[in-house]
């Protein structure tokens, strides 16, 4: 994406967030009833990790759901296996890299108490899914860049890698003890 189509696109990202209204509160694994997973499938072996994570969040009762981005136009065959996973393909963004389609909107309409961001790298269709989510608690990696989440984990002695992350996550959200 050129640096003009990457400006308009965020642009048109900050005033579409203005109209999110989102009720953010602490969550942890007993608090939380539900949960989003969204996650860069050009991650190495990352389908094991989210799947072992939807593994997890389904044994504390959260009901879970696992959204990919994929930069091909088609879904991979391979991919189309992965049960309970939706996908965003490179043809379900709009040409500011905003993401469109009925998974987005299946995503769009969910109020999780949990979102998991499982990505390494800048992405403006990743910053729009998030940022735009009206998530209860938002999770990513940490990022010096502007963004919406409301706990990040820096790995800082480690190489960013979905499993670590994950590992950290699990850590991190058991500690935290919401006052509702």
């Known amino acids: 994406m050129s640096p003009l189509v990457t400006k308009i696109g965020k642009y048109i990202m900050k005033r579409r967030q203005k109209s999110v209204k989102r009720d953010k509160c602490v969550q942890n694994f007993e608090t939380a009833k539900s949960a989003v997973i969204l996650f860069d499938t050009m991650l190495p072996g990352c389908f094991q990790h989210v799947k072992d994570l939807s593994k997890f969040l389904t044994s504390k009762n959260i009901k879970t759901k696992a959204y990919g981005l994929v930069a091909q136009k088609e879904t991979p065959q391979e991919m189309l296996l ?34 998991f961001v499982i990505n390494f790298k800048e992405s403006l269709t990743l910053d729009y899914l998030v940022s735009l989510s009206r998530a209860r608690f938002k999770v990513g990696c940490f990022t010096d860049q502007e963004n919406d989440l409301d706990l990040m984990i ?22 935290l003890n919401p006052s509702n």
């Open 82 to 115: 992965w049960a309970n996973i939706e996908f965003i393909t490179k043809k379900d963004r709009l040409w500011y890299g905003a993401p469109s389609g009925d998974a987005t909107n299946d995503y769009f309409n969910q109020v999780p108490d949990l979102l």
């Open 154 to 175: 820096n790995p800082a002695k480690k190489e960013c890698e979905a499993g670590f992350f994950i590992e950290q996550v699990k850590h991190y959200i058991s500690l």
